[in-house]
């Protein structure tokens, strides 16, 4: 085949990438802004302010991050920012080639009057389960099922044992099994897969319930002000 026809049929494909992924981008903008428009809150195609400048491990994974596609609003009197955010891992192959391998996910992070130590909590899964394995363990709880459904990473097992108690226990195994928990300082962030627009409202929800469900006596020893609900 000619040269210049192999050429052209290449140059015709990276086109039509690009073409495909614009087309996909702008869709997705259009179905957050819509999302947004439904239940009165604020869309922005770039991320919310501040967003990618909370210190959970989630938002400094990689070897370069970002955020796009920015909600702000409340939701039941619960203030919050969320995005699609993404990280992404650089390698270089045994001929020097380098490539980036993208993780994609939908987050949302709503701040409380607290400052509570780091937490994380996030489903069980054969990648956890094998850190265990070979020493990275996580904290157990008095319940086997929980036990086998979640990790819990925490350096402060006083207030992991005093935030995850039988009643946050029983509503993060009811929750949507694709949610993830990870806390510091004032803020709470709740993250997934990434998330088609309309999907996004159980996560603000969870975050909420999440919220709702803190123990009281959390606010009693990490709470400089105790929410009317708590």
């Not at 690009?18 to 997705?28: D, E, I, N, T, V």
């Not at 992404?88 to 949302?108: H, L, P, V």
């Not at 130590?117 to 157990?140: H, M, W």
Request: charged share 25%; aromatic share 16%; net charge neutral.
């Amino acid at each position: 085949m000619d040269f210049s026809l192999l050429f052209a049929l290449f140059v015709g494909v990276v086109i039509l990438i690009g073409l495909a992924s614009y087309y996909m981008k702008k869709k997705r903008r259009e179905g957050c802004a819509a999302f947004a428009a439904k239940y009165g809150f604020t869309y922005s195609p770039t991320s919310p302010p501040g967003l990618l400048a909370y210190s959970f491990p989630l938002l400094h994974k990689g070897d370069g991050r970002g955020a796009e596609n920015g909600i702000t609003g409340r939701w039941k009197d619960m203030a919050f920012k969320a995005a699609d955010y993404w990280y992404y891992t650089e390698s270089t192959d045994s001929k020097g080639n380098r490539s980036k391998n993208y993780s994609n996910f939908s987050i949302a992070v709503t701040e409380i009057d607290a400052w509570l130590p780091d937490l994380a909590v996030y489903r069980e899964n054969v990648f956890t389960a094998l850190a265990d394995k070979v020493g990275i363990k996580d904290i157990d709880f008095e319940s086997e099922e929980f036990n086998r459904a979640f990790q819990v990473k925490c350096d402060n097992r006083k207030f992991a044992f005093e935030l995850v108690d039988p009643r946050m226990m029983q509503w993060l195994l009811s929750c949507d099994d694709a949610f993830g928990f990870e806390l510091h300082g004032k803020a709470i962030l709740i993250y997934s897969h990434r998330l088609r627009p309309h999907e996004s409202l159980p996560l603000i929800g969870s975050l909420k319930e999440f919220r709702d469900r803190i123990p009281r006596l959390v606010w009693t020893n990490y709470g400089y002000q105790r929410p009317a609900e708590a």
